[in-house]
């Protein structure tokens, strides 16, 4: 089975600008989440879309959102980027059926970096 | 509200001898509980969990860990380290009800040979 991908793998943009990341999970997977990861905050969670809903929502401002198609694929965006952006943004999936109980799968991540 | 801490930065072993990542917790409700690692320039891979049942929980590469609901702690353990595996080791906690999942803020382990 393939595992979780991501594109693009790295990506520099500059502030003000926006960018969509994109995610395909595990065939047969329904929940993808999405985090940002940086040396100083951590693992830092963003969102959970289970069956193109959003489930969950971590503490981060509107400009970042995302959504999840009817093939369990994913995309997160962030408009007006800053320079406290920049990081490696991981992508997970899991079967998710409702439970919290199934453990993730996870991406080799974007590493974004704002100019 | 959840939460989980790493109480240690960086915890450093020699080869061959017991390693112990600590992890404590706090739910509302019933926990589920994991453990994940990440291996430089990898993404994060799934070690083991606890859902229910035993306490003592076995997972991937020899690991394990042991549930204490006392304590509200999920410990990692291997009782013979390597130097693979050296990794930054995190802790990760979802109630039942299905709320979003936090992560700890990560251990570093280093194993010298």
């Known amino acids: 089975k393939a595992g979780v991908t991501q594109t693009p793998r790295y990506l520099i943009k500059t502030r003000g600008q926006q960018v969509t990341l994109s995610c395909s999970p595990i065939?047969?997977?329904?929940?993808v989440s999405w985090y940002q990861q940086t040396p100083g905050q951590g693992l830092q969670f963003l969102f959970e879309?289970?069956?193109?809903?959003?489930?969950n929502k971590g503490n981060f401002p509107g400009r970042f959102s995302g959504r999840q198609f009817s093939n369990s694929r994913s995309e997160m965006n962030v408009s007006t980027l800053e320079l406290g952006d920049s990081a490696l943004y991981l992508c997970?999936?899991?079967?998710?059926?409702?439970?919290?109980?199934?453990?993730?799968?996870f991406g080799p991540g974007t590493r974004l970096t704002v100019l | 509200a959840q939460s989980v801490a790493q109480p240690e930065d960086q915890v450093n072993v020699a080869e061959g001898n017991p390693l112990t990542v600590k992890c404590t917790y706090s739910?509302?409700?019933?926990?589920?509980l994991f453990w994940y690692v990440q291996y430089p320039n990898r993404g994060l891979q799934f070690l083991l969990k606890?859902?229910?049942?035993?306490?003592l929980v076995k997972g991937s590469y020899g690991f394990e860990a042991e549930f204490n609901k006392s304590q509200t702690s999920f410990h990692l353990k291997k009782p013979s380290a390597l130097v693979s595996d050296s990794a930054l080791y995190f802790c990760?906690?979802?109630?039942?009800?299905?709320?979003?999942?936090?992560f700890g803020s990560g251990t570093r382990l280093s194993i010298r040979p």
């Open positions: 997970a999936s899991s079967l998710a059926g409702g439970q919290g109980y199934n453990e993730q799968f």
């Open positions: 065939s047969g997977h329904r929940s």
């Open positions: 879309y289970f069956s193109e809903t959003q489930r």
């Open positions: 739910v509302s409700g019933n926990p589920y």
């Open positions: 606890y859902i229910t049942g035993d306490n």
């Open positions: 990760a906690v979802r109630d039942s009800s299905a709320s979003k999942i936090i």
